[in-house]
């Protein structure tokens, strides 16, 4: 059932999970493509549309008209009514695409993450220090972001709302964080690393690594320092150490630790993360 949300027009109030596990995501995937093979695709807001070129422009206008706008007068002070005017299209049209301001940032957050992913892949290639490969992904998606710090903070206040689907750990944000944690499990095990885990830390790392970069994400949020410096030198620094205490869970006397610790991730930590909670 359709409920309204503050003025902006209806959003869906149907829930998502499926109780899929780490090892059985989606697969990783350019939202783009999809748009440009499938019939149709089930688009946020849960509305199948056909998909045309001229939908996909139409579409795209709307995103890049209404990130323009959040960064003109910010996330708060911006409706649909003025995106669609400053767009072009009808309200109506603009409705069709995006049923409220939340689902166009879940738009931006899909589009986001797959240039993150990108970046980073390129980035990688022919590095196989875990350590490396760490770092890069992370420095990677504060260089994606960089144009959006502005107004990250109004993004952030509705975010850290448990509730809203503009939550990273939502069930409306899984495809963008099935796309990160795809990253990440590319980041271990395009390393020497990889071989050399126990098979079920390998299984949850990419889980964690992506929660890294929520930490990550929170401190950029709140960085007011020249080009997020120290955003930049906290990956820096806690990289290193996070590989280091990676790579020592590969020796027998941790091993305990390592099954105490995956225990108690997937009782307390994976089930709040929409559809990719084990059952």
Known sequence: MATTNGGNGPTSGDGLANGSTPG?????????????????????????????????????????TAMRLFQERGYDKTTMRAIAAEAGVSVGNAYYYFES????????????????????RARMAGRKDFAERLEIALTSWIDCAVEYHEFAAQFFRTAADPTSSLSPFSNESHPARTTAVELFSEVLT?????????????????????????????????????????????VRRSTPMAARIINLSRYRVFRPIVRDAKDLIQDFILPTIGRTARP
């Open 190 to 234: 395009g390393s020497e690393l990889a071989p050399k885990l126990d098979s079920e830390l390998a299984e949850l790392l990419p889980d964690l690594l992506w929660l890294h970069l929520m930490i990550v994400v929170l401190y950029w949020v709140f960085d007011r320092t020249p080009d997020t410096e120290r955003t930049r030198e906290f």
């Open 24 to 64: 059985n995501r989606l697969p990783a995937s350019d939202p783009a493509a999809e748009v440009r093979t499938a019939p149709t695709t089930e688009v946020r807001g849960g509305r199948a549309q056909p998909k045309t070129d001229k939908s996909e422009q139409t579409r795209a206008l709307i995103l890049e």
């Open 101 to 120: 301001k939340e689902f166009l940032i879940q738009g931006f957050y899909d589009r986001m993450t797959y240039e993150h992913a990108a970046d980073a």
